[in-house]
């Protein structure tokens, strides 16, 4: 067991004692802070990591003491603070990941996304993630859990639809033309992508093969809020706080911006891609 699950195991525990001695069941504590059941059971059980808010959040809700507030933060601060590898995080299963991040992006108004590689989860088709979270399956030999996994990250992008969000998308044409599903579960995904280009509250941008790059397409990254960035590579998922990281990651996103296509631009992109998938289609 690494050090970083056991010091989650350990954070878990503490704050499922301070839950039983103030005499709340797991559901109130849930509906005590307006989280779904699911969460408490997540980070009780190591399943998930409990950030700085949620930590604060709990121990609210129990009325524990500063100090011991002051204890629960700086565990929870380390935390996030590590290198946590993909593959310990996907020990508790695809769904309960996407879970975590349904959480964080709950507590975001602003969403900056980029992507080098897949259509952002935000956007996907049911079709389509399942074909991704496949891959993701047996890249990184999790759980069965599949179809639990859709389900929530097709409740992710509910969010959507809330106008008091805004999200910024952008992603190079080679992920619209990258064949990680059949022709015709990506010509469905680029269905989808045309139609969240109307939403008011969604810029959605594609930087075209021709595009004077500012620099390399490497790592995906998200910036939500001003506040964190979720950046993935192949074995290691980072959240990082840093002002200078945030920054620099924002200056980044602004520069693929400058060079990427909005608006009509991009749908006739995406149209010009999937008359292409239809002439590759057989007869």
Known sequence: MSSFQQARIDLGVQLRQLRETAHLSGKDLAEHLGWQPSKVSRIENAR??????????????????PATVDGLIEQAVGLMAQQ????QRHKGGLAALQEEIRDLESRTRVLRAFEPGVVIGLLQTAEYARHIFSKVRRLYET?????AAIRVRMQRQEILYDPARRFRFVMPEAVLRYRLAPLDVMRGQ???LLAVTTLPNVEFGIIPF???LPSALVNSFYIYNDSIVGVATRTKDLLLR??????????????????????????????????DFEKQSPD
């Open 48 to 65: 998930q990591t409990a950030t700085e808010d949620d930590v604060v959040l709990w121990a609210q809700a129990v009325r524990a003491a």
């Open 242 to 275: 840093d002002a200078d990281d945030v920054a620099f990651y924002a200056q980044s996103f602004e520069e693929f911006c400058e060079v990427a296509a909005f608006r009509e631009a991009a749908r006739a992109l995406i149209v010009g891609i999937i008359e």
């Open 84 to 87: 946590d590898t993909w593959r």
């Open 143 to 147: 759980t069965d859990d599949i179809d």
């Open 190 to 192: 680029l269905d989808r």
């Open 210 to 212: 021709e595009a004077p």
